[in-house]
Nanobody, 119 residues
């Protein structure tokens, strides 16, 4: 059974850092493009960062480019999001997504981890 479990969220002050992790199981992790999305309160879900399965090509949302870094460890089946210089606008539920580039049938989501930037 495919499963994604996010961790690392929490409450931080502006300017601080957090590192989110997403652990995958039940899938051939190296075959999936991995993406972090977020959904701020009262707003739609938006792309934060993605990394492809083969070429490790990364892509970032405009609001986080230069502050966030996505990485993956295929051996450990994890994808991470290093978030620096956090801002109150980064407050959101952060979700991990695994999507196969070979079939739209294989698209999985985690339950999310809350990030709150306040202070």
């Amino acid at each position: 059974q495919p499963r994604l479990v996010e961790s690392g969220g929490g409450l931080v002050q502006p300017g601080e850092s957090l590192r989110l992790s997403c652990a995958a199981s039940g899938i051939t992790f190296s075959n999936y493009d991995m993406t972090w999305y977020r959904q701020p309160p009262g707003k739609e879900r938006e792309l934060v960062a993605s990394i492809t399965q083969a070429t490790l090509l990364t892509n970032y949302g405009d609001s986080v480019r230069g502050r966030f870094t996505i990485s993956r460890d295929n051996a450990k089946k994890t994808v991470s999001l290093q978030m620096n210089s956090l801002e109150p606008e980064d407050t959101a539920m952060y979700y991990c997504n695994a999507k196969s580039p070979f079939s739209t049938k294989y698209n999985y989501w985690g339950q999310g981890t809350q990030v709150t930037v306040s202070g």
